[in-house]
């Protein structure tokens, strides 16, 4: 019994080491958690606890404004694609059944499902960015720094296809 108590709090006392791990992290420059929430209503984007503005435009475009400069995004659900448009340059991504991939600032992405909603991206075998969907959007856990430009936007876009196999899939039962 007495072993079993002390496990619970050796993880209590791990998962309290590892939020302030990751708070020092953040606070040191280290890697910032981006967050897409869409809704009936409105979206946002959360960067590093600071919320970001997401106006809806015309042809279902989202507009986002952030440190960087203003950006847009469109997921088109009859291509099965992802169009954005950004300070540092437009992308295009279609998604296909297997090996997704997308060409950003001359380097090649590979696009990889996983279990539990995961996605990661790859540049090569270096994992590039991992993110999850959630009930409202998709989140990324981390990205590195050549798909910072883009990350706000991408994480909306995943997001939107997210919730548009949602919905099919609710409407298919």
Same mark, same amino acid.
């Given at each position: +019994?007495?072993?079993?108590a002390?496990r $619970?709090d *050796?993880?209590?006392d791990?998962?309290a080491g590892t939020?302030?791990a990751y708070r020092? *992290?953040? $606070?040191l420059?280290?890697f910032?958690?981006v967050?897409a929430?869409?809704g009936?209503l409105r979206?946002?984007v959360?960067e590093?606890?600071?919320e970001l503005?997401?106006?809806r435009?015309?042809g279902g475009?989202r507009?986002?404004?952030?440190?960087t400069g203003t950006?847009?995004?469109?997921?088109?659900?009859?291509r099965?694609r /992802?169009?954005?448009?950004s300070?540092?340059?437009n992308?295009l /991504?279609?998604?296909?059944?297997?090996?997704?991939?997308f060409?950003w600032q001359g380097? +090649?992405?590979r /696009?990889? *499902?996983?279990?539990w *909603?995961?996605?990661k991206?790859?540049?090569?075998?270096?994992e590039?960015?991992?993110?999850?969907?959630?009930?409202?959007?998709f989140?990324?856990?981390?990205?590195?720094p050549e798909l910072?430009?883009?990350?706000?936007e991408?994480?909306?876009?995943?997001?939107?296809?997210a919730q548009a196999?949602?919905a099919? +899939?609710?409407v298919?039962?």
């Open positions: +019994m007495e072993g079993a002390e $619970a *050796s993880l209590k791990l998962q939020r302030r020092r *992290s953040v $606070a420059g280290g910032v958690t967050e929430r869409l009936l979206d946002r959360f590093g606890g600071e503005p997401v106006r435009g015309r475009w507009e986002v404004v952030g440190p950006g847009r995004v469109r997921y088109d659900g009859w099965d /992802i169009l954005i448009e300070a540092a340059g992308l /991504i279609p998604f296909r059944w297997r090996n997704t991939t060409t380097r +090649m992405y /696009i990889a *499902s996983g279990f *909603s995961r996605l991206i790859f540049d090569g075998e270096r590039a960015a991992g993110g999850k969907v959630t009930l409202a959007g989140r990324f856990e981390f990205v590195v910072r430009a883009i990350e706000r991408l994480a909306i876009g995943l997001g939107l296809r196999f949602a099919v +899939m609710a298919a039962h």
